[in-house]
């Protein structure tokens, strides 16, 4: 069994940065493919950012260039270094361990950016 918990998420001004946490139980997380979602009120969840299990990232349009994914296997943690934060990021973060038959979520972060 796989249990996801995010931290870091918060209030912070526009402009400001922030560093979001997922700590993984279990034993497959080293092995897995990792996502950042989030989901603004009224939105669907959209992918932020995917990382392979060897280190290998792709962001979303809105992201690049601002946010960057990493990840420590010997930690069973990912990371989210969020900069340049503006308002249109305002959202809950979650984390996404990808795996078969069935993907993990985490329960979410809540970041709000305010102008």
């Known amino acids: 069994q796989v249990q996801l918990v995010e931290s870091g998420g918060g209030l912070v001004q526009a402009g400001g940065s922030l560093r979001l946490s997922c700590a993984a139980s279990?034993?497959?997380?080293?092995?897995?493919?990792m996502g950042w979602f989030r989901q603004a009120p009224g939105k669907q969840r959209e992918l932020v950012a995917i990382?392979?299990?060897?280190?290998?990232?792709n962001y979303a349009d809105s992201v690049k260039g601002r946010f960057s994914i990493s990840r420590d296997n010997a930690k069973n943690t990912m990371y989210l270094q969020m900069n340049s934060l503006n308002p249109e990021d305002t959202a809950v973060y979650y984390c996404?361990?990808?795996?078969?038959?069935?993907?993990?979520w985490g329960q979410g972060t809540q970041v709000t950016v305010s102008s």
């Open positions: 990382i392979s299990s060897g280190g290998r990232a």
């Open positions: 279990g034993s497959i997380f080293s092995i897995s493919v």
């Open positions: 996404k361990l990808y795996s078969s038959p069935s993907n993990y």
